[in-house]
């Protein structure tokens, strides 16, 4: 094999969500001499880009001046909140946290206001790559991180190079910015390596699900923020919806289930879908058809797992860090945030040393600080959560104790433990399965690339898992990626891996961790429209 081309660039951004984006433009801004590119494993700029999103919109009014003269695509102002505790009939209104009241805020597609973003960090001289999918970190002689290596393109699925095959690039950077989401693949591997968790407590995670609604005429009231709790879900598992109506007579609906949560036979797609067919989402969907869809993970262990967010010649921002703060259901504002200060770091010195005290030392740890014990307050179920909650608002975080988190995989219960009693109903509304909800996320995977889902310990499948918690990832997958197919050579897992919508769901969730998400050819995956 030949040696790879090398291109150099002072800092190369992994990831062109809102953390990359502003890091790269604020970068620009303050040292225009310094060299910038931002590599993107979507075919566009944002077109893996899933979030609810209602976003506070101070970091844009840093970044970008004037935005609000030139808004992103889809950016209604945030009107009237309403947070709302769901029985399987019926609703009541709730008091609306005052985390979650959104006056001055914006919806907005974070997808296509990443797309917004993107020239305008282009007009700057960032050089920005869609399509090039960051396969691995490159490493110094001394053990430093120098950059990363581009996925070679054109490789069949036993690894052969085939007519179309294109030798993947090094980029080396004095500084490399992981700016990849939540369970970035380079992150999990950047912490291992660097022992980034040695500190802190296991990072806890969320699935996010959402899909883009076009209803008739007269449906939808224009920055109407709803949030709620309770059915489909069992007081066990937290978790909850978000309905944001937008312009045009569409509403972007979302439903989050927590992955810590123990019944191994329950599918969060499948709550999200009885979620729709509750009595006042019945009513405002009917008659309507979706446009889009997708699923995500998001990090939920906020203050007590972040980890170190700097190594020898890297640092990690945004939701690579873990920044989310799930008692605002937002992150946006914390990812730029970051990113930012990241930037302004870069820009005195191109060093990692000492940007984890600057960003403990700044308003965004304090932020999560300050809330650090309401998402772990529910691990003993709903409304010990809200009580905790309650307390934890009044007192502003400073009552001295911190709740623990722990590791989500570990939380299953054995099959013969037993589940929880869903109370769901038989359902109409679309998409039918996940099958049919993976169309609407326009995912495409060459289907003779090597499969990206690796089951490291096949033998696990059957020995141990399907006795012990029934082959779970069949059900959490949110992409039916996961089958037990049976055939002359026995059982196995069959991976569906064009289907795969890159959530990292299974990298998570899975109770043995021996499934490893690794990134596919650039370009692969799903393409979400205003998502």
Not at 67 to 88: N, T
Not at 89 to 97: E, N, Q, S, Y
Not at 160 to 186: F, N, P, W
Request: proline content about 7%; charged content about 25%; some cysteine.
């Amino acid at each position: 094999m030949s040696e790879r081309e090398v291109m150099e660039y002072d800092v190369v951004v992994v990831g062109a969500g809102p953390a990359g984006l502003s890091c790269a433009i604020r970068l620009k801004q303050l040292s225009p001499e310094t060299s910038v590119c931002v590599i993107e494993k979507a075919s566009e700029i944002g077109a893996q880009i899933l979030s609810g999103a209602v976003i506070e919109p101070e970091p844009l009014d840093a970044l970008i001046e004037g935005w609000r003269d030139d808004p992103p695509p889809i950016c209604v102002p945030a009107g009237r909140d309403e947070f709302l505790l769901l029985s399987k009939t019926g609703k009541r209104k709730l008091p609306t946290p005052p985390q979650q009241k959104n006056h001055g805020n914006f919806i907005v597609s974070l997808g296509a206001m990443c797309a917004w973003l993107a020239p305008k960090a282009e007009a700057l001289g960032v050089d920005l790559f869609p399509g090039f999918a960051a396969a691995d970190l490159s490493y110094a002689e001394d053990g430093s991180v120098q950059g990363v290596i581009i996925g070679d393109l054109g490789v069949d699925r036993q690894g052969q190079e085939k007519d179309s095959y294109v030798q993947g690039i090094e980029i080396r950077a004095q500084m490399t910015v992981l700016g990849e989401g939540c369970r970035g693949h380079l992150t999990k591997r950047a912490i291992q390596r660097f022992k980034l968790d040695a500190d802190c407590d296991p990072q806890t995670y969320g699935i996010g699900m959402k899909e883009l609604w076009q209803l008739p005429p007269g449906r939808v009231e224009p920055g109407l923020i709803q949030h709620s709790v309770g059915w489909p879900l069992p007081n066990e598992i937290y978790g909850g919806s978000f309905v944001y109506h937008l312009d045009k007579d569409r509403v972007a609906i979302g439903f989050v289930c927590a992955l810590d949560y123990k019944d191994p036979n329950f599918m969060p797609f499948e709550a999200f879908q009885q979620f729709k067919h509750h009595p006042h989402m019945r009513e405002l969907l009917d008659g309507g058809e979706i446009l889009s869809a997708g699923a995500r993970a998001i990090s939920e262990g906020g203050f007590q797992s972040l980890p170190r967010v700097e190594m020898p010649g890297a640092i990690l921002i945004g939701d690579s860090a873990g920044l989310l703060n799930v008692p605002k259901i937002k992150g946006t504002h914390q990812a730029m945030k970051s990113g930012m200060l990241a930037a302004e770091h870069l820009a005195e010195g191109l060093s990692s040393e000492g940007f984890d005290a600057r960003l403990r030392d700044s308003e965004i740890v304090a932020e999560l600080k300050a809330v650090r014990n309401i998402r772990p307050g529910f691990n003993k179920g709903l409304w010990r959560g809200m009580a905790t909650a309650a307390i934890e608002t009044v007192t502003g975080g400073k009552l001295p104790r911190t709740l623990p988190n722990h590791a989500d995989h570990a939380q299953f219960r054995r099959l013969e433990q037993g589940g929880f009693d869903y109370d769901w109903v038989d359902r109409e509304l679309p998409p039918r399965d996940r099958l049919a909800s993976v169309y609407f996320a326009a995912t495409a995977h060459d289907e003779d690339q090597p499969i990206h889902l690796k089951i490291v310990e096949p033998d696990v499948c059957f020995s141990r898992c399907e006795e012990e918690y029934g082959n779970p990832c069949t059900r959490f997958c949110p992409a039916n990626v996961y089958e037990v197919v049976e055939d002359d050579a026995g059982k196995r897992i069959q991976i569906n891996a064009a289907n795969c919508v890159h959530c990292k769901t299974c990298d998570i969730a899975d109770p043995y961790q021996v499934i490893n998400w690794v990134t596919p050819e650039g370009g692969s995956g799903p393409n979400y429209s205003n998502l």
